[in-house]
């Protein structure tokens, strides 16, 4: 099994719970039985009640792992303050669910509410946050990248845009005016510097 990994908490259905990741696979999000029981205002008992009555509907270690005997997960969940060492010697089960298994329980669950607050949980918790998590991951020089980028393409049209009015204008001679003559002629305007010029400052070496 992969090691347990507590990344901080998030918001989902207006609670608070634990990002939390591993168990069936690194870098997977996965989701407590006690977070689905919080998340859907049901008792951790009767959530773990309707996982062990109806265990042959899920693959164990596809959609449910029980991290009871677990004692470095132990370690984990009590480290992160999501259980309590009393708690986690008290409990029969620590259920951990992967997104396939959250989903087999809902239908277990059969309720309608149980299905509005689903699409929350996936939204908040299993896709939303994870894209928020890369663009969190992303440097400044990335950025700086991407900034001018995207103001040299918009400039760029701009001064597209200029000179084809002004050759239909009579303002400047009719001839080709390629992409790159453009790009450089913007390029200069901007930041002093042609194309080749801004990709070895901010070193970017072959891209185009």
Not at 171 to 178: F, S
């Amino acid at each position: 099994m992969s090691n347990l990994v507590v990344k901080g908490n998030t918001t989902v259905c207006g609670i608070e719970v634990p990002i939390v990741y591993g168990g069936f696979g690194k870098d997977q999000k996965v989701m407590l039985a006690k977070t689905v029981a919080e998340i859907h205002n049901k008792k951790l008992g009767h959530i773990n009640e309707l996982i062990n009555n109806n265990l042959q509907h899920f693959v164990y270690g596809i959609d449910i792992l029980d991290l009871k005997n677990d004692k470095n997960v132990a370690l984990v969940l009590n480290d992160s303050k999501i259980f309590t060492r009393h708690s986690i010697n008290a409990s029969k089960n620590i259920y951990l669910l992967s997104q396939r298994g959250y989903t087999l329980l809902l239908k277990l669950m059969d309720s309608e509410l149980a299905m509005q607050q689903y699409k929350e949980v996936i939204d908040e918790y299993f896709e939303l946050k994870e894209k928020v998590e890369k663009v969190e991951n992303v440097t400044s020089k990335d950025i700086e990248r991407l900034a001018i980028r995207m103001d040299g393409t918009f400039r760029r049209k701009r001064e597209t845009a200029s000179i084809t009015k002004m050759i239909g204008k009579g303002e400047l001679p009719k001839g080709r005016y390629t992409y790159k003559q453009i790009t450089n002629i913007t390029y200069y305007i901007l930041y002093g510097m042609n194309a080749k010029e801004i990709r070895d400052y901010l070193d970017l070496g072959a891209e185009r």
